[in-house]
């Protein structure tokens, strides 16, 4: 079909929920997409962050097409093979916890909440909803991680929302400690925020929510939906600091381009789900298992966590070098290769149709800041372009 055709039919017949770009992919390898007139690009956001083995890696390919080619659904009233050597994979990662797969970042934030909810109320023999979140954070769009998110703007036209949320400026201990309540069962934190702007919690925000929540007994969730598995230069962006959580989430890169989410918390939290208390249909299926078992294997064995640390040094280097001086550039920031250009106006929109028209793909995170998430496997050359076409289309 024509890049017109496609349109068309989208117009006519999805919901018109994105604010799309004019262009309809056709084929990906690596960093690089095609296309329907066979125009090459350069992919640096991956998906939003989800690519990070890049497109259609053969290993990932290969283990999609044997395990749908054998066994692609049969529900969670069964064990599956993928699914239980997957749990015991990211339980191996981390050290510590047990695992309930979901399909999206947003299920595996529902099903962190309701298992704070059911372990803390257990433990003080009252009900315990509280949920303290960040400003400026993202945390899904179903009705309670939209209530979870810290976007006041993204709430309106939905409220009235859940209301057992409160949010509190980031990095402020001070906030964070007069928020955090008997009524508290968890503090929900991105360790960087992404969808924010690519915004740090400092190490002392980390140690100072820690040390509330256990002297208070709620959970500490980091969503790492966005961070985890390597973007920030190392396994689970909370690794840069000398902290954990009780329960972190997992999306996005973990099913290299399929649908699946993770839940992993640790083994005494875990237990107070008992049969029924949460489940799904799809989730945790054999085929994203298997994609996911896959990307696992492709990040170690290509060295994609070191290779995230060295090359986001490099690319933000490049940014710095590249743009500095320029009157629309305020700050180049990055953790890994989670990178954003901030800008001095509330022109990101305009940035990124630029870079577009230039054959760069980057996003508009913010209005005012343009965010990178390339393909962990990105070369040295393709960000050297990436710099050279960002400059051009910010005009330094
Ligand atoms: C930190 C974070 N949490 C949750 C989500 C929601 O994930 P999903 O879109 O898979 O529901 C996102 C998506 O951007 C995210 O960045």
């Given at each position: 079909m024509t890049f017109d055709e496609i349109r068309r039919l989208d117009q006519a017949y999805h919901m018109s929920t994105y604010g799309r770009q004019q262009v309809a992919f056709v084929r990906g390898d690596g960093a690089i997409l095609w296309d329907t007139d066979g125009k090459e690009y350069l992919d640096f956001l991956g998906g939003i962050a989800v690519m990070s083995v890049g497109h259609s890696h053969p290993r990932v390919v290969e283990a999609v097409r044997a395990q749908a080619g054998t066994l692609t659904h049969v529900s969670n009233l069964f064990y599956t093979e993928p699914q239980a050597r997957l749990a015991q994979r990211l339980h191996d990662l981390l050290g510590w916890g047990k695992v309930f797969f979901a399909n999206s970042g947003a299920e595996a934030n529902e099903c962190a909440m309701k298992l704070a909810r059911k372990w803390a109320t257990a433990a003080r023999g009252e009900p315990c909803a509280g949920v303290v979140a960040a400003m400026g954070s993202f945390h899904g769009r179903t009705l309670s991680t939209l209530a979870a998110t810290g976007q006041p703007h993204k709430h309106e036209a939905f409220?009235?929302?859940?209301?057992?949320f409160t949010h509190v400026p980031l990095n402020d201990e001070v906030a964070l400690d007069a928020a955090v309540?008997?009524?508290?069962?968890a503090v929900l934190l991105e360790p960087v925020q992404g969808e924010g702007g690519v915004r740090e919690a400092s190490a002392e925000y980390l140690r100072v929510a820690r040390k509330i929540c256990d002297e208070r007994g709620a959970l500490l969730i980091f969503d790492e939906v966005q961070t985890g598995l390597g973007r920030t230069g190392r396994w689970f962006a909370f690794q840069h600091h000398d902290i954990a959580p009780d329960v972190i989430t997992l999306a996005k890169a973990l099913g290299g381009g399929l649908p699946i989410g993770a839940c992993i918390a640790r083994d005494d939290v875990a237990a107070a789900f008992e049969p029924g208390d949460h489940a799904t249909t799809f989730g945790g299926g054999p085929v994203p298992c298997a994609a996911a078992l896959a990307v696992l294997d492709v990040i170690e064995e290509e060295g994609l966590v070191e290779r995230s640390r060295a090359m986001g040094a490099y690319l933000v280097e490049r940014l710095r070098a590249a743009l500095a001086?320029?009157?629309?550039?305020?700050e180049v920031r990055g953790v890994g290769l989670l990178v954003a250009v901030e800008l001095t106006e509330q022109r990101s929109a305009d940035v990124v149709r630029a870079c577009l028209e230039r054959r760069l793909i980057v996003n508009n995170?913010?209005?005012?800041a343009v965010r990178l998430a390339p393909p962990l496997v990105v070369s040295r050359e393709q960000i050297d372009h990436a710099v050279e076409i960002l400059a051009e289309a910010i005009g330094t």
């Open positions: 409220r009235p929302l859940p209301d057992w309540t008997d009524a508290t069962c001086g320029g009157a629309l550039v305020a995170v913010t209005p005012s």
